[in-house]
């Protein structure tokens, strides 16, 4: 009979043993958790970091000097460009005024958004050559805006010429600039240079 049975320190033994087995099971779930939210933690720090880097780079970009091509603009000189380089705001829609390589042209001025081609500004221009009777025009904030073709048909940019005005002002935007820019800009003509009657060239 004593053979049968077995040694009553074992089973004293049992339940700790069982215990500790038990309980070593949740801690090897949180172990094994935490290896797992760890890495995901750490890479999304590194992301935001090159992300915020990457916002730098192109906000530091973007706040660079933009040489601006001389054209011909025998007016650029004038009082009224003057006037109204002047009064240009600090914002065109979401693209900032920056700093024109010098020499920089007269009646010129440069706003961009980051990862963005600038945004060209310039006054005291020759009336466009195809600027005649019967064009269409667009109002925008009441100044009458004649839109130039390029005749170039791979150029994505437009050019809006302002021609109700005493100096006739272009605006060069880079495709998917918005209406926000061509507004800003119509406001501060309004404040800068009289309304004139647009005077296009005959027809043909």
């Not at 070593?24 to 779930?29: D, F, I, L, R, Y």
């Not at 109204?84 to 920056?98: C, H, I, N, T, Y």
């Not at 706003?111 to 050559?129: H, S």
């Not at 009441?142 to 002002?169: C, M």
């Amino acid at each position: 009979m004593a053979s049968r049975d077995s040694d009553p320190a074992d089973r004293y033994d049992a339940g700790p043993r069982d215990a500790g087995a038990a309980s070593a099971a949740p801690v090897s779930k949180i172990v094994v958790a935490l290896a797992a939210v760890i890495p995901l933690a750490m890479l999304a720090v590194v992301l935001v970091m090159v992300r915020g880097i990457g916002d730098e780079a192109a906000e530091e970009a973007a706040s660079e000097p933009v040489a601006a091509v001389a054209i011909p603009a025998p007016a650029a000189g004038s009082e009224e460009c003057a006037a109204l380089v002047g009064q240009l705001p600090e914002m065109l829609g979401d693209a900032a005024r920056v700093a024109l390589v010098e020499p920089a042209p007269e009646g010129t001025a440069a706003y961009r958004m980051p990862d963005a081609e600038p945004i060209i500004v310039r006054c005291g221009l020759p009336a466009p050559p195809t600027f005649t009777v019967g064009v269409g025009l667009q109002e925008v904030n009441g100044v009458q805006w004649f839109n130039e073709p390029d005749p170039d048909p791979a150029v994505t940019d437009s050019t809006w010429v302002a021609v109700d005005r005493p100096q006739y002002v272009a605006v060069t935007l880079p495709e998917g600039s918005g209406t926000g820019p061509i507004q800003d800009l119509s406001d501060a003509l309004t404040a800068a240079l009289e309304e004139v009657e647009p005077n296009p060239a005959p027809a043909g």
